[in-house]
């Protein structure tokens, strides 16, 4: 194990939001927990009944957790938008981290993470306060790569698209475009 290093940080745990579980998780595994547990409000199996929500969970302590991590990992510093709320997140990792944690929720669709390229997360320039103020580079392709006598424009400009709108503070149009120009879930 000479290529990966030990690190240990202390973890919140979080109440069970469900009504009459009393089980306290570690706050990153909640979302299993409820997937996992079925009976008493939890609802089946591998789901996440409509009335959970899991934001504002209570706080009930902290848990010492342990990790492996690789010594050289490939992890990329820049900020990369959620294609489906706007949110920056740092790379494509941060991105799909988020996918898999409001995976059905929130205008997310429930497979997102393996829906997308990397290349559906637009580079973003964000302010101190982490808004969004524009876009770092463009599309990557080049303009043939759309069809446009055809009528069709490449997924990963929409994305850009809604970048940008987002980036000069045009949700709604953002949204818009996203209803409007992305296939549904």
């Given at each position: 194990m000479t290529d990966r290093e030990r690190h240990r940080n202390d973890e919140r745990t979080v109440?069970?939001?469900v009504s009459g579980c009393d089980a306290e998780v570690l706050a990153r595994g909640i979302n299993l927990h409820v997937?996992?547990?079925t009976g008493n409000g939890h609802g089946e199996q591998g789901a996440v009944p409509e009335e959970v929500s899991f934001d504002d969970l209570e706080?009930?302590?902290s848990?010492?957790?342990q990790m492996d991590y690789p010594k050289e990992r490939e992890t990329e510093q820049v900020a990369r938008l959620c294609p489906y709320?706007?949110?920056p997140f740092t790379g494509k990792q941060g991105v799909l981290i988020h996918l898999g944690?409001?995976?059905?929720?929130k205008n997310h669709p429930e497979n997102a993470p393996e829906r997308h390229a990397p290349e559906d997360f637009p580079r973003v320039a964000v302010d101190r306060h982490e808004n969004v103020v524009g876009v770092v580079d463009d599309y990557p392709g080049d303009s043939s790569s759309s069809n446009r006598e055809e009528g069709t424009v490449e997924i990963e400009e929409v994305y850009r698209l809604v970048a940008d709108l987002l980036a000069e503070g045009m949700t709604e149009a953002a949204a818009r475009v996203r209803a409007q120009l992305l296939p549904p879930e």
């Open positions: 109440k069970c939001p997937r996992r547990s706080t009930v302590g848990e010492s957790v709320c706007g949110t944690q409001v995976a059905g929720r």
